[in-house]
């Protein structure tokens, strides 16, 4: 619904479409770094630490791709203005 108000202004997407790439690339380089930072459970195991390092990498690449996408569609529709 929000998305749908920035059609109208190819500018203002493609600011939301570069904060999209910054927020994913501040995800990805969490998940890059997870191993070293994240809290070490008792008898937890790397299992867990593997999980939510994927979950991290997964959600940084689905924000990322919603970032390029919206830019793409920003630029279409400045050329088509």
């Known amino acids: 619904m929000i998305l749908r ?7 203002k997407m493609t600011s939301v479409a570069l904060a999209f790439i910054a927020i994913g690339l501040s995800l990805l ?9 994240s809290p070490t459970l008792p008898h937890a195991g790397t ?4 999980f939510f390092r994927g979950v991290i990498f997964g959600i940084a690449i689905v924000i990322e791709i919603a ?10 529709r400045r050329k088509t203005l």
């Open 5 to 11: 108000k920035l059609e109208s202004n190819p500018a």
């Open 29 to 37: 380089t969490i998940g890059i770094a997870w191993p070293r930072f």
């Open 47 to 50: 299992d867990w630490n593997d």
């Open 67 to 76: 970032g390029v996408a919206i830019a793409a569609s920003a630029a279409k």
